[in-house]
Antibody, heavy 130, light 113 residues
Framework: QLQLQESGPGLVKPSEAVSLTCTVS??????????WAWIRQSPGQGLEWIGS???????YYNPSFKSRVTMSVDTSKNYFSLKFSSVIAADTATYYC??????????????????????WGPGTLVTVSS | DIVMTQSPDSLAVSLGERATINCKSS????????????LGWYQQKPGQPPKLLIY???TREFGVPDRFSGSGSGTDFTLTISSLQAEDVAVYYC?????????FGQGTKVEIK
């Protein structure tokens, strides 16, 4: 059974760089039918898709986050990561990683369409505060 | 981005009664080429991540009880719990995946009356 587990720093200060990791067990990151996603949930903004990455390392981002985030993947260790270059208080949220279904959707180097998210990790809370 | 609006924000239903949650998209999520509605429903229980219940607007995920059903097309969708059980207390979200930037509704909280 595929399981995902997020890890992160918990409490960070504004303007700091933040990295989150999602470790996948019970399955492989190496698949063309699925990508691997980050989604966050905050009381103010609800659920927001941040971006998704394939095992090839090609990532697709929500334009709302593109200038501030970078995703990476390590298929040998079965994990993928999200990095914020600089965080603000509004980035306080629970961050989830999830498998992003991509079957029968169009995908090119510049644009990619995906389906639903399943399964999700339990989430990690990131609090941005001085 | 497509805006997803759910109604009501919360509802209280007696055990064994029907619960109905609505979701409206700001533009159609029906793709004419394959006649599929690019819409999913999730259930989130307290302290847990969202769990996929339904995709393609009406296809139940494996293992989801058949008291959960999805319907609708175009811009208007409904999630129905035919006979509410205590374990169904949760927040329910709709998600459109028609556009490359997927978006979610704000959630509907279901409680026991």
């Amino acid at each position: 059974q595929l399981q995902l587990q997020e890890s992160g720093p918990g409490l960070v200060k504004p303007s700091e760089a933040v990295s989150l990791t999602c470790t996948v067990s019970g399955g492989s990151l190496t698949t063309t039918s699925y990508s691997w996603a980050w989604i966050r949930q905050s009381p103010g903004q609800g659920l927001e898709w941040i971006g998704s990455i394939y095992d090839s390392g090609t990532a697709y981002y929500n334009p709302s986050f593109k200038s501030r985030v970078t995703m990476s993947v390590d298929t040998s260790k079965n994990y993928f990561s999200l990095k914020f270059s600089s965080v603000i208080a509004a980035d306080t949220a629970t961050y989830y990683c999830a498998r992003h279904d991509a079957r029968q959707r169009y995908c090119s180097i510049n644009i990619c369409y995906f389906n639903w998210f399943d399964p999700w990790g339990p989430g990690t809370l990131v609090t941005v505060s001085s | 981005d497509i805006v997803m609006t759910q109604s009501p924000d919360s509802l209280a239903v007696s055990l064994g009664e029907r619960a109905t949650i609505n979701c409206k998209s700001s533009q159609s999520v029906l793709y004419s080429v394959d006649n599929k509605n690019y819409l999913g429903w999730y259930q989130q229980k307290p302290g847990q991540p969202p769990k996929l219940l339904i995709y393609w607007a009406s296809t139940r995920e494996f293992g989801v009880p058949d008291r959960f059903s999805g319907s609708g097309s175009g811009t208007d969708f409904t999630l129905t719990i035919s006979s509410l059980q205590a374990e169904d207390v949760a927040v329910y979200y709709c998600q459109q995946y028609y556009e490359r930037v997927s978006t979610f509704g704000q959630g509907t909280k279901v409680e026991i009356k």
